[in-house]
């Protein structure tokens, strides 16, 4: 990991971006526990693995700021502040939802914090974030608008489109890919042309940024560029963060496709646990201060459990509202 030197990254921010990838990862293990026990049956992507690229992003985006995420998106969903017991209740269906019960954890919505959509279409996310960016170009506010998908996406056309226009335009745009080594179950030397997603921005004339996104502080320090020059009206960044998925494409998934010995190394190396250990390692937090953290995020995580069980399904009539046909 490198270090903080130079970056006017405090104890503040690290201990911040410590305590948003603790609640990712103790959330994540709870739904997926639940769903292996047969106790919730639902759609869900795991982002486990990935926590230190949306903790850090998290960390310098405003509440004004806007969000874009996929349905692998718990962990930017919790980043930019989603409330954890509405989050719940939208994965439950329950009325309390961020949706009223009406999206699921695909579909996740929460303008209230700047998530803005969550989408399960791949490279559907990219023209939508322009859309936000334009929005916030013509009010004349200084709002940023950050997209994440996977490196997947980054061979579908809505890709090459979003960047070519935020680019012509100079939009208040941050592209950052999560590439997690593979789109589904094809691995990313077997279906992107290139070495790296990062050099494709060249070809639109926008930085293009590749960072290890398991590093908290090399991660913080490459989105904090990239939202700083779009806050100042400079346009669009891409950012390939290199991170790794632990739990395959949907739950039921074994990784077949996997290198042989790539995902025990992965883990081994988990960036949260490793955080963890560099945190107490170098004197930023105590051993006791990182373990309440970690008993802050389980009891959070029990309440928003609790709350979600308890609430009631959505009334009939819900059927009809907020539901828009054209004739």
């Known amino acids: 990991m490198t270090t903080t030197a130079d970056i006017g990254l ?16 103790v959330c994540d293990e709870k739904f997926r526990s639940l769903i292996l026990t047969g106790q919730v049956s639902a759609q869900y992507y795991s982002p486990r693995g990935q926590e230190i690229v949306s903790s850090a992003v998290g960390a310098l985006l405003r509440p004004s700021d806007y969000l874009v995420t996929t349905y692998r998106g718990l962990h930017d969903q919790l980043a930019k502040g989603v409330p954890m017991r509405e989050l719940w209740a939208e994965f439950f269906g329950r009325a309390t939802g961020t ?30 974030a322009n859309g936000l960016a334009l929005a916030s ?15 997947g996406a980054t061979n579908i056309g809505a ?4 960047c070519n226009l935020a680019a012509l335009w100079k939009l208040p745009v941050v592209f950052c890919c999560h590439n997690n080594r593979y789109a589904e179950h094809t691995s990313f030397e077997d279906g992107t042309s290139v070495d790296r997603v990062a050099d494709r921005a060249a070809a639109y004339r926008m930085p293009g ?8 502080v090399a991660m913080y ?27 395959g494409h949907q739950m039921s998934d074994q990784n077949e496709y996997m290198k042989p010995g790539e995902l025990d190394a992965a883990r081994a190396a988990d960036p949260v646990l490793g955080f963890r250990a560099w ?12 373990e309440a953290i970690e008993k802050q995020a389980k009891a959070e995580v029990n309440d928003a459990f609790q709350f979600a069980e308890a609430s009631p399904p959505p009334d009939v009539s819900e059927l009809l509202t907020d539901v828009y046909g054209g004739e």
């Open 159 to 162: 890709f090459h489109e979003a």
């Open 209 to 216: 940024v590749r960072v290890d996104g398991n590093d908290p």
């Open 221 to 247: 320090e490459a989105a904090r560029t990239a939202i700083d020059r779009a806050r100042a009206g400079q346009g669009p960044t891409l950012l390939e963060a290199m991170t790794f998925r632990f739990f």
């Open 10 to 25: 405090g104890t503040a921010e690290l201990t911040q971006i410590f305590t948003t990838a603790t609640r990712i990862k």
């Open 137 to 151: 170009q013509l009010q004349g506010t200084d709002q940023v608008t950050v997209v994440n998908f996977g490196d």
């Open 279 to 290: 945190l107490i390692e170098n004197q930023v937090l105590a051993e006791s201060e990182v």
């Open 99 to 128: 949706c009223k019960g009406k999206g699921g954890p695909m579909h996740i919505t929460h303008p209230e914090s700047g998530l803005m959509v969550t989408t399960g279409i791949v490279g559907s996310g990219l023209p939508i």
